[in-house]
């Protein structure tokens, strides 16, 4: 009985996202078709039947598992600690002097290989 309702639904999901991707599609085509007509309209239409073929993805279950992960990263977003404007700072500037830093001593070490390999070759 599982298998069968299994079978089911991955074909109805086949055929979910050949809407889908047939929404999309005519989308982009209709777009460059009606070149002619107000951009308002064509990008309110392109928006529109975008909206609607997430809408139909979303009822896949590959949409459900994403909009699942989509929920459960946005609680996880919500628990995380943000650093206050001067830890950023902070930590910016040490960026910014290590970097520079390490920025001094490649161009030494790029200076004493030139002198060794002008040494070498008598250039």
Do not use: C
């Not at 050949?18 to 085509?29: D, N, Q």
């Amino acid at each position: 009985m599982t298998t069968n309702t299994e079978n089911q639904s991955n074909s109805l999901d086949i055929v979910k996202w050949g809407v889908a991707a047939l929404l999309i599609a005519t989308a982009v085509i209709g777009n460059q078709f009606y070149a002619d007509v107000n951009v308002v309209a064509r990008v309110a239409g392109v928006i529109i039947a975008f909206a609607i073929a997430g809408i139909i993805a979303l009822q896949t279950s590959k949409g459900k598992q994403a909009q699942s992960f989509a929920r459960e990263a946005h609680i996880e977003v919500r628990k995380v600690v943000w650093p206050t404007r001067q830890e950023a700072l902070n930590t910016t500037f040490i960026v910014l002097a290590a970097t520079a830093v390490m920025a001094l001593i490649l161009w030494g070490f790029d200076a004493v290989l030139l002198r060794v390999v002008n040494l070498i070759t008598g250039v």
